[in-house]
């Protein structure tokens, strides 16, 4: 089954805070096809940020000003500066999470089980339940019992210089990615690592307790960060014990090493993973210039069964934009890759918002800079979000270019969810072409539900026509048949045809 998720940082949509995702937004999202909506970066993490209601972290150990959503202050707390009253923020939150089960959609939000910010502390933990390291001897560097990892006499040395009195850390605790007390710029200084072992302790316990406590919110879901960088064993225990609880919540895994897919569906029950590795890699060389196309079916094919647990994308907070001078310099140069990651299985698909607009990302941002990504660590303002917005409330309009784009993405979507594209079979045409079909710049594939069937050919070349060819046996393994099975496409650059079988 395909589900759509839509992500957004809550500061960067409407006015900034949970009140801004009003009933018009969700039903904007709903329009798209999304059924889940991603809110990144609402957990309390460290900023600098002294006014409505944040207690400010040390600069030295906040990555820009408004600081990384994945450098979590407190798990049970979310940011004070997204509700318009900082002292009723959960009962905002609660607010937000009923509009969007209101509008048919479902939530998303992240666990970080790997890392938590420097000056972690919870303070809005129930009682009764122990903040992480609350209870850790200091003096070892490793103990089952330990939440953190300690370098015993070594203050922490950290790479971001400072004028005036510095973040003190004694001893150092290991970072979170880095086991050192003298983590690089290059390196998570502003988190520290969470303790884990391959056997049950007390770190998972409180873990878990944290996840069950999102998920007694009316999260329907969460997004699993660097989940490569904790014991699997750990992931395959908690998300057996919240789903004997909640057994309609789902798990999306960041996935990096290929060859380890397989374990994170079967083994340890993650509901899709990311496809970071795998297409969104290919598509990116194949649209960039770099590579066959013929790497997109190298991917299907070993993917296999694994394919409908996959969660495609061309964009996320980590990758840069897809309009971007960083990637395709255009939306429409990314029009072949969308179609592609989008219909051609029945994988689930992640849209970064903004992408349907072609928002380039190519603002510069005190920390962030020109890097082709929308900051999530600096306070800022997207134009083309603010447009977006807008447009939604009917108080103002987009670019003429912003419709061109949103339109083509309304349309793609929409076809998505027809029976053929939600949960129909594929099948792969570039192997059985010949004359004008360049499998180096040419895709085509089948998609059918039976009842209808479409073809689809995608053109990471120069404008031309194409000659795509339905084989005998592709009839056969679809169960169709066709009248027509020679078609002559004229397919312009760096996009797409989509036509029915007849």
């Known amino acids: 089954m395909k589900n759509i998720v839509y992500q957004l940082l809550p500061r960067l949509w409407g006015n900034g805070r949970f009140s801004g995702i009003d009933t018009p937004s969700l039903e904007y999202f709903r329009s798209l096809g999304a059924n889940y909506v991603w809110y990144t ?47 009723k923020r959960m009962e905002e939150l609660q607010a937000l999470v009923s509009r969007t089960h209101a509008a048919g959609l479902k939530v998303l939000i992240d666990f970080v089980p790997n890392h938590v910010a420097r000056d972690y502390s919870s303070q809005a933990a129930p009682s009764g339940v122990r903040s992480l390291g609350a209870d850790d001897n200091p003096q ?81 879901g969460f997004r699993c960060d660097m989940v490569e960088l ?71 094919q070993s993917l296999d069964a694994l394919q409908p647990r996959m969660l495609n994308f061309l964009e996320n907070h980590d990758e840069q934009r897809l309009a971007s001078d960083f990637f395709c310099g255009s939306p429409q140069g990314g029009y072949a890759a969308l179609a592609v990651s989008l219909l ?25 800079g020109l890097n082709g990504r929308t900051s999530i660590f600096d306070w800022c303002t997207v134009d083309s979000l603010q447009r977006l917005s807008a447009w939604i409330h009917a108080s103002g309009g987009l670019l003429e270019n912003e419709k061109t784009v949103l339109q083509r993405y309304q349309s793609l979507l929409a076809l998505s969810g027809k029976p053929a594209f939600r949960e129909g079979a ?40 194409l000659t795509v060819r339905i084989p005998p046996e592709a009839l056969q393994y679809l169960g169709i048949k066709a009248v027509r099975t020679v078609y002559t496409l004229t397919v312009p650059q760096k996009d797409y045809v989509i036509i029915p079988v007849e």
């Open 41 to 87: 970066g609402i957990i309390r993490h460290a900023t600098t940020l002294s006014s409505h209601g944040c207690t400010p972290s040390h600069p030295q150990i906040v990555k820009g000003d408004a600081g990384s959503p994945y450098a979590i202050t407190d798990y049970y707390d979310v940011n004070p500066y997204l509700a318009d009253t900082p002292s």
């Open 140 to 220: 070892v560097h490793w103990a089952p019992e330990n939440d953190f990892f300690y370098y015993p006499g070594q203050p922490l040395m950290l790479p971001v210089p400072y004028k005036g009195k510095g973040y003190f850390e004694y001893p150092a605790k290991a970072s979170g990615n880095c086991f050192s007390p003298a983590p690089a710029l290059t390196d998570w200084y502003e988190t520290i690592k969470i303790n884990y072992c391959d056997f049950y302790t007390g770190t998972w316990e409180k873990m878990r307790q944290i996840v069950r406590f999102w998920a007694a919110q009316g999260v329907d």
């Open 230 to 300: 904790v014991p699997w064993q750990f992931m395959q225990w908690l998300i057996r014990e919240i789903k004997a609880e909640f057994p309609q919540l789902i798990f999306i895994a960041e996935v990096y090493e290929k060859e380890k897919y397989p374990l994170y569906v079967s083994q340890v029950g993650f509901d899709y993973l990311y496809d970071k590795s795998g297409l969104y890699d290919t598509l990116r060389a194949v649209t960039c210039d770099h590579a066959s196309a013929q790497g997109i079916t190298w991917n299907w």
């Open 344 to 368: 051609q299985n029945t994988a689930s698909f992640m849209l970064y918002f903004g992408q349907e607009i072609g928002e380039r990302g190519m603002g510069s941002e005190p920390f962030s």
């Open 426 to 465: 594929t099948y792969d045409l570039c192997y059985c072409q010949d004359g004008a079909f360049n499998p180096h710049l040419h895709y085509a594939w089948l998609r059918s539900s039976g009842k209808e069937t479409w073809l689809l050919a995608a053109n990471f070349g120069p404008q031309e026509e």
